[in-house]
């Protein structure tokens, strides 16, 4: 029998109360992707947490017994830390960490707080602005531009490379290859240059990276830079979008943090908990039979783990249902756990504060311009954000 689909236009609208009711029934839970395809679903914290650094779930698709495909990516893209199991997964994760050191991500404050604020400089001189088109879709794009040495006149090129791989045209089927082949000519022909000549960019941070003499080939730096655009563009995009409007909804939040900036990093942390961008982690595959809260999963079957449902079970946080960025309880499985935590997650969290910052003081009297009701979801079960986000100034 076909399983249940609980993907509808509700989940769309409130994926936490369908989330939530499936955790009821059972907190595994066998389902029927948009697409058709089935999936295990995992709901709880624990199995959830557990789930996330398990070695016998894997990211290589080639241990997929429905040949599941996925984004249809060249072979040089599709070899990234998404689709890799250790030991190759170590090996490049060692050296993309010696990239990403606290002490780098930290010194880029200055630069990301200039791209906020001239983003917010640009803003039409009109009472209403949409701040997923004026702010969080060109931001996370116009940072990692920035960080990897992208000319302002080529940085419009990505977003719409970006823009094209996320929401592709159904009137236009070549459109989604066409980009890639023009962003791998592009991303081949900056990596030479900064291989020839260093700068102190992150691309060449990645580029001279090396970890026991180690170092990252050609095909996988392309293939990493490709994944730095394409996860951080469309989770910083949404993280923030998702951010401003649990602020927006919440008064006495939105005051708190516009009174005490020190609670920034704790704001962001509670949003990347409360409405994630993304509601499942990267899909992994069962190597062995397993049973699952009395589910039995065969090997080569998908399992998506819920992050979203994880960080709103109740026996792992109080009150989860509630916005609190003051909350202890914030250990949130956002960004994964174990050997696939996210190596970029210290320069997402950074994003983060730095866009509630600078909205927060430059626009202290910012409100919702419309009703609640005719806010409007991207159509994706996977993804989480606001296709547009109209505020008063």
């Known amino acids: 029998m076909t399983p ?124 209403t602005v949409d701040l997923v088109d004026a702010f969080t879709a060109p931001f996370p794009v116009l940072v990692i531009c920035d960080l990897l040495g992208v000319s302002d006149q080529d940085t419009g090129m990505f977003r ?19 980009s890639v082949a023009a962003m791998v000519r592009f991303l081949t022909e900056l990596i030479a240059a900064r291989r020839e000549r260093p700068t102190d960019d992150l691309l060449s941070a990645l580029t001279t990276a090396r970890e026991d003499g180690d170092q990252l080939s050609e095909e996988e730096l392309i293939s990493l830079v490709f994944l730095l655009f394409f996860a951080g563009f469309e989770n910083s995009v949404h993280a923030i979008g998702n951010g401003l409007l649990a602020l927006l909804r919440h008064d006495d939040q939105r005051a708190m943090l516009h009174a005490d900036e020190s609670l920034l990093p704790a704001a962001a942390d509670e949003v990347l908990r409360y409405d994630p961008p993304l509601q499942f982690a990267i899909r992994r595959f069962a190597l062995h039979d397993v049973e699952l809260a ?57 994003e983060i504060e730095v866009a509630f910052g600078t909205l927060l003081r430059r626009l202290p009297r910012m409100r919702l311009a419309v009703d609640e009701s005719e806010l409007r979801w991207r159509p994706s079960h996977r993804s989480r954000g606001l296709a547009s986000l109209p505020v008063t100034r």
């Not at 624990?46 to 060249?74: C, E, F, I």
């Not at 719409?160 to 066409?178: F, R, V």
């Open 160 to 178: 719409q490379w970006m823009e094209t791989l996320l929401a592709p045209d159904p009137g236009n089927p070549t459109a989604a290859k066409d």
């Open 294 to 350: 009395g589910q039995a999963v065969e090997a080569g079957d998908t399992v998506l783990l819920s992050v979203a449902a994880a960080n709103r079970d109740g026996a792992a946080f109080s009150e989860p249902d509630r916005f609190d960025i003051s909350r202890q309880d914030v250990a949130h499985l956002t960004f994964g756990h174990g050997p696939h935590f996210c190596p970029g997650a210290s320069l997402a969290r950074l």
């Open 4 to 127: 249940p689909n609980p993907f509808d236009q509700d989940y769309l609208e409130d994926p936490y109360s369908t989330l939530a009711a499936l955790r009821r029934q059972c907190p595994v839970q066998h389902v029927e992707l948009p697409d058709h395809s089935t999936a295990w679903v995992v709901l709880d914290h624990h199995r959830v947490h557990s789930g996330l650094a398990d070695p016998n779930l894997s990211l290589n698709k080639k241990n997929a017994r429905t040949g599941y495909t996925g984004l249809r990516l060249p072979p040089m893209l599709d070899a990234n830390l998404l689709n890799m199991d250790p030991p190759d997964h170590t090996r490049l994760r060692e050296l993309v960490s010696a990239a990403f050191t606290p002490r780098r991500v930290a010194g880029l404050r200055p630069r990301v707080q200039a791209t906020a604020d001239a983003l917010v400089d640009a803003f039409p001189d009109q009472p």
